[in-house]
């Protein structure tokens, strides 16, 4: 499997996240040894000042499992967490 075909999976399986003007969000992908993590990016968010602003809340990653194909959610942490937690709820 590849990351494109990863992504594949993911838009095939999933609503595309949109920014805030409706346009759809940039969609990554990360490798790792035995899967795929697929995120959406969004744009920083400031206040009408300009001063940045944390990120809403909520939201997901998707885990595509190379060998099966198998998607898994996990949540919106960074990319490296996500990954150790997907380890880990793998290894349960």
Same mark, same amino acid.
Request: charged fraction near 20%; proline fraction near 12%; glycine fraction near 8%.
């Given at each position: 499997?590849? =990351?494109?075909?990863?992504?594949? @999976? /993911?838009? +095939?399986?999933?609503?595309?996240p949109?920014?805030?003007?409706?346009?759809?969000?940039?969609?990554?992908?990360?490798?790792?040894?035995?899967?795929?993590?697929?995120?959406? /990016?969004?744009?920083?968010?400031?206040?009408?000042?300009?001063?940045?602003?944390?990120?809403?809340? +909520? +939201?997901?990653? @998707?885990?595509v /499992?190379?060998?099966?194909?198998?998607?898994?959610?996990?949540?919106?942490?960074p990319?490296?967490?996500?990954?150790?937690?997907?380890?880990?709820?793998?290894? =349960?």
């Amino acid at each position: 499997m590849t =990351s494109e075909q990863a992504l594949a @999976i /993911v838009r +095939g399986r999933y609503a595309l996240p949109t920014l805030p003007d409706g346009t759809p969000a940039e969609l990554r992908v990360t490798e790792f040894d035995i899967g795929y993590l697929v995120y959406a /990016v969004f744009p920083p968010v400031t206040d009408a000042a300009g001063r940045p602003q944390p990120a809403p809340p +909520g +939201g997901s990653k @998707i885990v595509v /499992v190379k060998d099966t194909g198998e998607t898994v959610t996990v949540p919106n942490l960074p990319s490296e967490e996500a990954i150790a937690l997907y380890r880990k709820q793998r290894q =349960s």
